[in-house]
């Protein structure tokens, strides 16, 4: 079992950055791909981005891509989302997920483990 905790959400204006946390507790971090989901309001969950145990294989979905960096302190037990140029449409509840072993997914069915969130708030 593994307990995800995210922290670091907020309210910024439109072209602002942000750095969300998801500390794990209960097992081996680095056992685990680990991924940031998002569900933004009246929508579905969707996938932001994911890596790999190691740090050295990352996937973003084309939202995140050039301005959202994963990564990850094994030592630490600790995911990072580094989001620059936050555009109102990222606006949304973003979720730490893992999946038990070494495979790149970014699938939300496939995830054995979530956090309960934390909100992101962007103003025009």
């Known amino acids: 079992q593994v307990q995800l905790v995210e922290s670091g959400g907020g309210s910024v204006q439109a072209g602002g950055s942000l750095r969300l946390a998801c500390t794990a507790s209960?097992?081996?971090?680095?056992?685990?791909?680990m991924a940031w989901f998002r569900q933004a309001p009246g929508k579905e969950r969707e996938g932001v981005s994911c890596?790999?145990?190691?740090?050295?294989?990352?996937y973003y979905a084309d939202s995140a891509k050039g301005r959202f960096t994963i990564s990850r302190d094994n030592a630490k037990n600790t995911l990072y989302l580094q989001m620059n140029s936050l555009k109102p449409e990222d606006t949304a509840m973003y979720y730490c997920?893992?999946?038990?072993?070494?495979?790149?997914?970014?699938?939300?069915?496939?995830?054995?483990?979530w956090g309960k969130g934390t909100l992101v708030t962007i103003s025009s």
């Open positions: 209960g097992s081996t971090f680095d056992a685990y791909t």
């Open positions: 890596i790999r145990w190691s740090g050295d294989n990352t």
């Open positions: 997920a893992a999946i038990i072993g070494d495979e790149l997914v970014l699938d939300e069915r496939r995830m054995n483990y």
